[in-house]
């Protein structure tokens, strides 16, 4: 299955390329987040989604109540036990999101060179002269030429669905402001985004606070994607915030970098956040399109090193209303891949798309199109490099695992983990084959009642590329004597064997603890 790799630096045969690719059962490396709504909340679709490679279901917070993603994520879990695929559950706050009121919902029209008045007022009707927001302070942040865009919520660029305004003059509380092209604003909700300008707004409002201490609780959420973050200090009150709410201490907080505030702070947020999402529609605005570019290769190749899962958004936007993507899409989903993503996350074409279980296969099967050309070779040297000597104990472990399974062409490496962590590191030198983590469930008590963790680390494993959780047996502790880790090997065998991933004859790296000691060994399975 891997001998098959090719490299882009090589010549290529261009018929082969016309060769069909064959499937395999997990059907890419490349994780996809899909966000729920409207189009995609039936058991029907959700299992539909999750067997097309949907790994991360997203609950964005910026629309709908509780009880809405509530009901959406009850049929989820149906759909998880009837086709046995884990999945792990992201909550989106909303945070300091600029948002035009429509309490109409009328389609409203503004014209190219018109005078469109933003207001606090929110009494208001909404029209095509008059724009009512939710925030009282955007007179005081701008200034005359200052550059504002409204758009339906999750902008698509498009410029019959979303405005440009210029700010013409301040007046009180109000902006008025010159429209640069015509649009139609559809629906209830537009949101507004003012090109690098400090908005004074808290990352975490209140009503996020309220979703996460009641909702997020109550379905103990694994990801925390943590909107329009600008600073580490957000994501460290983030953190000082669950801690308090006890299961969610072990919820993961990926930061949201989607303005010029947060691009400037990336690496301190970097060093505080469990993961990164690169907001691509929002940053595209802030930055000047032939900057984009740059920003994702540098925040990836930072993300990538340091061995945290980056995500980008914004990809296939045509295939919210079509079933193929544009070919500048299909080309940008494998750069994403190439560059070093983790994981792709689908907005409006899952949540309000009409093809949303075609949108997933199809951007699965560009990331496993592309993982195939991928330069492991020189990533896993510049890796090395960055990281330098002496490596940590865990570190050498896993660099070896990776080394040691593209030399023999072994066809998983299977890692016996219980925090998570071992898996993750292995994961960071992108093996060319898939990581079965083996979670180990570790015995916990508060004196009253006996529990077990290990559900949270298996769920968070499913946002990094070529990781692949199971949840093992409790009874087989992670560093227990060889006859325990036997039997756990064999089932952890037998999974990949069912999965299709393992086949008779074939080599397989295991890397687990005997004592105080960390194992790489090298398997050949038998008939």
Request: charged letters at 25%; hydrophobic letters at 40%; aromatic letters at 6%.
């Amino acid at each position: 299955m891997h001998s098959s790799h090719l490299l882009l630096e090589e010549p290529i045969r261009m018929a082969s390329i016309l060769e069909p690719s064959k499937s395999s059962f997990f059907p890419a490396l490349t994780k996809i987040v899909g966000t729920l709504g409207p189009k995609s909340r039936s058991v029907e679709t959700l299992s539909g989604c999750l067997k097309s490679g949907m790994s991360v279901a997203r609950f964005d917070f910026s629309w709908g109540d509780a009880d809405y993603h509530q009901e959406t994520l009850d049929n989820l879990k149906i759909a998880v036990k009837s086709t046995k695929k884990l999945c792990a559950v992201m909550l989106d706050t909303v945070g300091p999101e600029l948002q035009v009121i429509n309490k109409s919902e009328k389609a409203i029209s503004l014209k190219a060179d018109g005078l469109v008045t933003l207001t606090p007022n929110q009494d208001q009707e909404a029209s095509s002269e008059v724009l009512p927001i939710n925030f009282d302070g955007l007179a005081k942040a701008v200034k005359k030429g200052d550059t504002i865009f409204v758009g339906q919520y999750l902008f698509t660029g498009s410029e019959t669905t979303s405005v440009w305004l210029e700010v013409d003059e301040i007046k009180g509380d109000d902006v008025i402001c010159l429209s640069r092209n015509a649009a139609t604003l559809a629906g209830a909700l537009f949101t507004l985004h003012v090109s690098q300008v400090h908005i004074d707004l808290p990352t975490l409002t209140e009503k996020d606070k309220e979703v996460i201490s009641t909702w997020g609780v109550q379905n103990k959420i694994d990801f925390l994607s943590l909107s329009y973050c600008r600073h580490a200090e957000d994501v460290r009150q983030t953190r000082e915030m669950l801690k308090k709410l006890g299961d969610l201490s072990q919820t993961q907080i990926f930061a949201k970098i989607e303005n010029v505030e947060g691009l400037n702070h990336f690496d301190e947020i970097l060093q505080e956040a469990d993961g990164i999402i690169l907001s691509r529609g929002n940053l595209g605005i802030d930055l000047p399109p032939e900057k984009v570019f740059l920003f994702q290769k540098a925040a990836l190749y930072k993300c990538n090193m340091a061995g945290k899962p980056a995500v980008l958004t914004r990809v296939v936007d045509s295939m919210t209303d079509n079933l193929r993507p544009t070919r500048a899409e299909a080309t940008d989903v494998a750069n994403a891949v190439l560059d070093g993503s983790d994981a792709i996350l689908l907005g409006a074409e899952t949540l309000r798309g009409l093809y949303p279980v075609e949108t997933i296969s199809t951007v699965g099967r560009i990331c496993a199109e592309a993982e195939k050309v991928f330069n492991q070779d020189l990533y896993f040297k510049k890796t090395v490099k960055y990281v330098g000597e002496p490596m940590s104990h865990l570190e050498s472990i896993a660099s070896s695992a990776v080394r040691a399974a593209i030399k023999v062409k072994a066809s998983v490496i299977i890692c016996f983990t219980s925090s998570g962590r071992a898996a993750r590191l292995i994961a960071k030198y992108r093996p060319t084959m898939p990581v079965i983590s083996v979670v180990i469930p570790r015995v916990k008590t508060n004196q009253l009642k006996w529990s077990f963790s290990g559900a949270f680390e298996a769920r968070q494993s499913l946002i990094v590329r070529g990781l692949f959780p199971m949840l093992a047996d409790p009874r087989h502790p992670a560093e227990s004597t060889s006859a325990t880790n036997e039997s756990v090997l064999k089932v952890a065998l037998d999974h990949g064997k069912q999965a299709g991933v393992i086949k008779s004859h074939d080599r397989v790296v295991v890397c687990q603890k005997v004592g105080d000691a960390s194992v790489v060994k090298i398997i050949e399975l038998e008939d």
